[in-house]
Structure formats: structure tokens, C-alpha cells
């Protein structure tokens, strides 16, 4: 790993009753990518509502699924290197996930959030071509921002 730290940032995306990929990142082939920390706020204003479930996921492989833009960007822009993961997130259609593992599952308030980082080497480590996702699922029409702190 060579430093090259990354954001991801979907933006506000809507979730609903259905299970929705907001972000996956898969490493390059040969190249192992560490998740190093995750934020997801909520745009809820009900204090009725109940909390989206956040489920955080490894995978061998990714096909499919509709993916729509998420924003990626080097935290050093005075790297010239260029970041190799494939990125993808807001997916309109589900992509079929190969050996999907659960990592972690959190409920997160939608009129609240929260940020998780990850201790010094106990990052979630990918190895080449293996991947990262968060699916968020919620009982109502939510809005969410998700954001992803990664290193290559």
C-alpha cells in the first residue's frame, strides 16, 4: 500500500424498504485496498421514524446492478497517482454479490448518523479484485449521505 488515501461520497441518496448498495469499492486486481473508516448521516425530521439499517460487506465479486455517480477524491491532491479501485455507488439495480460476507450491521437514526473509524491495523483489508459495500434498507422514503474513507 502505497499511502494514497481516497474519499467516496454518495451524495444524498433515497432509501426505501428495499435493500440498496450505496457504495462498493473493489480493489485492482493486484492490489490489496484498506477501508479505513465510514460516515452516514441522516435528513430525517420524524423522531417517529424508525432507524435504516446499515449493513457493511465484503465480497469476491460484483456483477450487474445499476450503478449511478458517486464522487471520488484523493486526500493528498498533490499525489500524481491516480486511484485504482473501481468505484461505484447510488445503484438503481442490484448487482449480484459472489461470497457476500456481513462484517458489521448498525441501525442509524435518520435524523441522526454517525462515523466510524477504524483502529490502526484492524482496517478492513481487501485483497486484489475483492471488494467492500454498504447496503442501507429502511421502513420509509429516507434520505442519506454515505461517505467512505479507503487507501490504496
Not at 465484503?58 to 450487474?64: D, E, K, L, Q
Request: aromatic fraction near 6%.
Amino acid at each position: 500500500m502505497a499511502d494514497l488515501n481516497f474519499q467516496v461520497s454518495t451524495g444524498e441518496t433515497s432509501i426505501t424498504s428495499t435493500a440498496k448498495t450505496v457504495i462498493t469499492i473493489t480493489a485492482p486486481a493486484n492490489q490489496r485496498v484498506k477501508i479505513k473508516g465510514i460516515s452516514i448521516f441522516g435528513k430525517g425530521t420524524s423522531n417517529t421514524d424508525t432507524p435504516v439499517k446499515v449493513e457493511l460487506m465484503t465480497y469476491a465479486s460484483i456483477s450487474g446492478g445499476t450503478a449511478g455517480s458517486v464522487t471520488t477524491s484523493k486526500q493528498d491532491g498533490d499525489m500524481g497517482e491516480t486511484v485504482q479501485s473501481a468505484v461505484n455507488g447510488n445503484y438503481s439495480a442490484e448487482p449480484t454479490y459472489t461470497s457476500p460476507v456481513t462484517i458489521q450491521t448498525w441501525e442509524c437514526h435518520p435524523q441522526t448518523g454517525f462515523s466510524v473509524f477504524f483502529p490502526l491495523h484492524d482496517e478492513i483489508k481487501l485483497k486484489g479484485g475483492t471488494g467492500f459495500a454498504l447496503r442501507l434498507t429502511s421502513n420509509q422514503n429516507e434520505t442519506m449521505t454515505v461517505n467512505v474513507t479507503a487507501e490504496e
